[in-house]
């Protein structure tokens, strides 16, 4: 069936570093890809997505390609800050292309600490 | 637009027990799913309501159940509570159902002692 599999947490980094979140998925057809965040305290909330093969999805600076030839979805930033502290989710759609049945598969989230 | 509203933020119940959530959606969506967040297992689907109707449904026991109302808002219900429901209980409208953009709300923390 459909799953995802990312990166183990928490992820520690100085604040200016690069990261890397990565994100692997098993799917049938083409599943639509999100990034989710969840700062502390609060729910989820969109951070980026991409709906076909090769679209990059990005947002406050983080950005993440659709790869279907190795079906990843992977996180980066070029620089991080401190208030990116927080979790992130992958989550690939699951089911059929059009329909009622589809839904997001979520990943375990990977916990992010950015020290100054 | 209002956000998404989750309502209490906060129960304490104990074990035995029954619970109700309430969840107001973004105006205009349809679509309000549940979700049960905890450390170990992470974010896990409950269901999914459109319409009035219930169009998903995850691996939960028949303890968890839900509805929606016309006005698109939606309870979910846990009955006989257990010490392993406690959990942030999240709620999310989407205008198109649970594969589209989720909108969430703070949540429900809920503890059964």
């Known amino acids: 069936g459909n799953s995802v599999t990312q990166m183990e947490g928490p992820v520690t980094l100085s604040e200016e570093a690069f990261l890397t979140i990565n994100c692997t998925y098993t799917?049938?057809?083409?599943?639509?890809l999100f990034w989710y965040v969840q700062y502390p305290g609060e729910g989820l909330q969109l951070l980026l997505k991409?709906?076909?093969a090769d679209d990059k999805g990005s947002n406050k600076g983080f950005e993440a390609t659709y790869r279907k030839e190795t079906t990843s979805f992977h996180l980066e930033k070029g620089s991080v800050q401190v208030s990116d502290s927080a979790v992130y989710f992958c989550?690939?759609?699951?089911?059929?292309?059009?329909?009622?049945?589809?839904?997001?598969?979520w990943g375990l989230g990977t916990s992010l600490a950015v020290n100054p | 637009k209002a956000g998404v509203t989750q309502t209490p933020r906060y129960l304490i119940k104990t074990r035995g027990q029954q619970v109700t959530l309430s969840c107001s959606p973004i105006s205009g969506h349809r679509s309000v799913s549940w979700y049960q967040q905890t450390p170990g297992q992470g974010l896990q689907f409950l269901f999914e309501y459109f319409s009035e109707t219930q169009r998903n449904k995850g691996n939960f026991p028949g303890r968890f159940s839900g509805r929606q109302f016309s006005n698109s808002r939606s309870e979910m219900n846990v009955s006989t509570l257990e010490l392993g429901d406690s959990a942030l209980y999240l709620c999310?409208?989407?205008?198109?159902?649970?594969?589209?953009?989720?909108?969430f709300g703070p949540g429900t923390r809920l503890t059964v002692l």
């Open positions: 999310a409208s989407s205008f198109q159902g649970a594969a589209d953009t989720q909108y």
């Open positions: 989550a690939p759609t699951r089911g059929p292309n059009a329909g009622n049945n589809r839904k997001l598969i």
């Open positions: 991409a709906t076909k």
């Open positions: 799917a049938t057809g083409y599943p639509s």
